[in-house]
């Protein structure tokens, strides 16, 4: 199983034209949206297909950062409607279930729109991880454990955080090559024990303070796992 988590927050600054240095105080005055996701899921097939395990995307729009979350109309996470939750005790929040037509390669860049409510409407591009294309291994492939075990993702995205692990009886960290390439060598092939393991891949991607829009700033922080079941021989 794997688990991804992420969370942005966007920042409405007062009035237009707002320099840069002010982004950090519209978090006290400002309307701040909070995302959080988490979810797991497996490669299916080499085609970037998922078996998608879980997922949730959560969704609050906050006055300063803080209390309940406000009505901002309808909410929109690249094209997918939120489901709007209202609390007994007051406060929105925007939600979403597994989806299991997820598939790796995507797009990272993500549009989050708001209709408009109590929250004026509004839409900032996020950078989240993706789920990688894996080349090599194959889903279920047999590794000898003699040899190096050769990790291949297509085109990694820039600005992008990974770490390749083989996880065995124990787990092993793979030396990244670069370009999008990862080895385990063989001597540490060798003192796991035969049979079912699989290729454990996170990815990371983050900014502190990113540009949204004419009167927004942005900072996000995103987490996937994907996992690629083998079989050492």
């Known amino acids: 199983m794997r688990h991804a988590l992420f969370t942005i927050v966007l920042l409405s600054l007062a009035g237009r034209g707002a320099p840069a240095a002010a982004a950090p105080a519209a978090a006290d005055t400002g309307i701040v949206v909070q995302i959080t996701s988490q979810g797991s899921a497996e490669l299916a097939d080499s085609r970037g297909g998922l078996r998608v395990f879980s997922g949730d995307v959560r969704v609050e729009y906050r006055a300063g950062g803080r209390g309940p979350g406000l009505d901002a109309g309808a909410v929109t996470l690249d094209g997918k409607p939120l489901r709007a939750d209202a609390r007994k005790k007051g406060g929105v929040s925007y939600k979403a279930g597994r989806d299991p037509d997820e598939r790796a390669g995507a797009n990272p860049w993500l549009t989050l729109m708001n209709a408009g409510g109590a929250v004026p409407a509004d839409t900032v591009r996020v950078k989240l991880a993706p789920y990688p294309v894996v080349t090599r291994p194959l889903p279920g492939q047999g590794v000898s454990r003699m040899d190096d075990l050769q990790i291949v993702l297509l085109q990694p995205v820039t600005d992008v955080w990974y770490r390749v ?69």
């Open 165 to 233: 692990s083989l996880v065995g009886t124990r787990t092993v960290t793979a030396v990244d090559m670069t370009q999008g390439r990862w080895i385990v060598p063989a001597g540490s092939l060798k003192d796991l024990e035969s049979g079912a393991a699989h290729i454990l891949i996170e990815v990371e991607t983050s900014c502190a303070s990113c540009p949204a829009g004419p009167r927004l700033a942005a900072t996000w922080s995103s987490r996937i796992e994907l996992e690629i079941p083998i079989t050492l021989l």
